[in-house]
């Protein structure tokens, strides 16, 4: 009877453990239920917000144009010979949004061609540069012309094919005057101080002839600047080796693929790997899309385009999504939190105190790195006595062996989360190097990217 009584007793313990086990899992799924609808609720909102700002700014400022065929982002000069037209943004440049160019689709008859930017009261009948606080570059002599109509020497002449680019240095606008910059075919040409005065300065496009057409790669709507952006707008095409995909304008990555399946991927990669001069990078997510199927991480160089950052041998990336680490496979490893609009994720490499300068790529500096002054700590060298993680050997999803690396050198990639580090794997790095590597899957993903975010 004493057994049986004991028997009973441990069954009634066995059935409470279990019933206080099912109610705390019922009470940790309607805790992450409650979270993720007013994280739901929160974007929602951000998003209202957002489209109420663009209407708000829209009905301040109104595109103008004159003598101009505005189709698309494609301008073409309909007005009548030796007329000047001139087409106005409705948008001028932000803190965030500091950057735009021009894509000169056909000279023309004379190429008279200009690209700049106009205060908000500029008069459509001169062509960017010779009103009052207006700057432009003229592509037919490359001369640069500021507030008048005698421009002086500063760059090469424009023709059909190339793109001219123009932005303000982010520093600039807190404190002016503007610090204007201008590019051909990415290279920075020049720069200039321009008097700033609200609501700022507009991108602007002047045509003087017939048959001209050009293509306006205009930056995408930004936060207004007293949110603030976290990084410097400084990332121009030079620094992408390879965009599949994906709209670069400024610093700002755009997805522009189908989003339809998982081969659709969107791809950049940046054009140098890192190394301990560069070990680290960062993005911002602008907008997460339908799905937020962003991922940031490093790749080998011929990693394949059509394969999501981790998905495939000599990659790894922490996913955003679902916040898992992908390191060379389809399946991924439970890492760190979700991110959301507004997290910024970064990726960085520390690198043995010994490691080859020969691996470092192309540096283009090559004194000592700067001392920086950022909420991410410099591990750019890897501690003596710091413990070593354990390893997971990761699956390969086609059946291809487990060299997924080519041995080399070991390094420890780190990744963070709004500045605090997530976690860390140990890879092998293969040749050429590791290189900043940025996916995206599903419509309507936009991200800022700084490549050098520790620089001085």
């Known amino acids: 009877m004493d057994d049986l009584n004991l028997h009973f007793r441990f069954l009634n313990w066995r059935r409470r453990i279990r019933e206080i086990r099912e109610v705390r899992e019922?009470?940790?799924r309607d805790r992450d239920r409650d979270r993720d609808r007013d994280r739901d609720r929160d974007?929602?909102?951000?998003r209202d917000r957002d489209r109420d700002r663009d209407r708000d700014r829209g009905l301040r400022c109104q595109e103008r144009a004159r003598h101009i065929l505005v189709d698309g982002d494609t301008l073409s000069y309909r007005g009548p010979s030796g007329e000047v037209g001139c087409?106005?943004?409705?948008?001028?440049?932000?803190r965030d949004s500091n950057y735009f160019e021009v894509s000169i689709v056909d000279s023309g008859v004379r190429g008279t061609i200009a690209v700049g930017l106009v205060p908000h009261?500029?008069?459509l009948e001169h062509p960017p540069g010779w009103g009052p606080g207006s700057v432009a570059y003229h592509a037919d002599d490359g001369k640069l012309y500021s507030g008048r109509a005698k421009g002086r020497q500063f760059g090469s002449k424009c023709s059909s094919g190339d793109r001219i680019g123009c932005g303000v240095e982010r520093g600039s606008f807190g404190a002016p005057p503007a610090q204007v910059f201008f590019t051909k075919n990415g290279q920075r040409v020049g720069g200039l101080g321009v008097p700033l005065s609200p609501p700022g300065l507009f991108p602007a496009v002047g045509?003087?002839?017939l048959g001209e057409e050009v293509r306006l790669h205009l930056p995408p709507p930004g936060p207004s600047e007293d949110e603030g952006g976290a990084m410097l707008v400084?990332?121009?095409?030079e620094e992408w080796g390879r965009l599949h995909d994906v709209r670069l304008c400024g610093s700002v990555l755009e997805y522009v693929g189908k989003g339809k399946s998982i081969v659709d991927v969107g791809l950049a990669q940046a054009r140098r790997p890192l190394s301990p001069r560069s070990h680290y990078f960062e993005l911002e997510i602008l907008d997460p899309g339908e799905k937020c199927y962003i991922a940031l991480g490093v790749a080998r160089k011929d990693y394949p385009k059509n394969r999501h950052p981790g998905w495939s041998r000599g990659s790894v990336a922490y996913h955003a999504d679902d916040g898992k680490l992908f390191h060379g496979s389809g399946v991924g490893d439970p890492f760190g939190p979700r991110c959301y609009k507004g997290d910024v994720m970064g990726c960085g490499i520390m690198f043995p105190r010994d490691y080859g300068r020969d691996s470092e790529g192309d540096s283009d500096d090559s004194s000592e790195p700067p001392e920086v002054k950022v909420k991410v700590r410099n591990v750019m060298y890897?501690?003596?006595?710091?413990?070593?993680e354990e390893e997971e050997e990761e699956e390969e999803e086609d059946g291809e062996d487990m060299e997924q690396e080519q041995e080399g050198r070991k390094v420890v990639v780190f990744f963070t989360r709004n500045g605090t580090v997530v976690g860390r794997r140990e890879v092998g790095v293969p040749p050429g190097g590791l290189f900043?590597?940025?996916?995206?899957?599903?419509?309507?993903e936009r991200v800022k990217v700084d490549l050098h975010p520790l620089s001085g």
């Open 43 to 46: 974007r929602d909102r951000d």
């Open 382 to 388: 890897l501690e003596e006595e710091e413990e070593e």
């Open 436 to 444: 900043p590597t940025v996916g995206m899957l599903s419509t309507g």
């Open 121 to 123: 009261c500029h008069s």
């Open 234 to 237: 400084d990332s121009l095409e």
């Open 207 to 209: 045509l003087h002839s």
């Open 87 to 94: 087409y106005v943004a409705p948008r001028p440049l932000t």
């Open 26 to 28: 019922g009470r940790d």
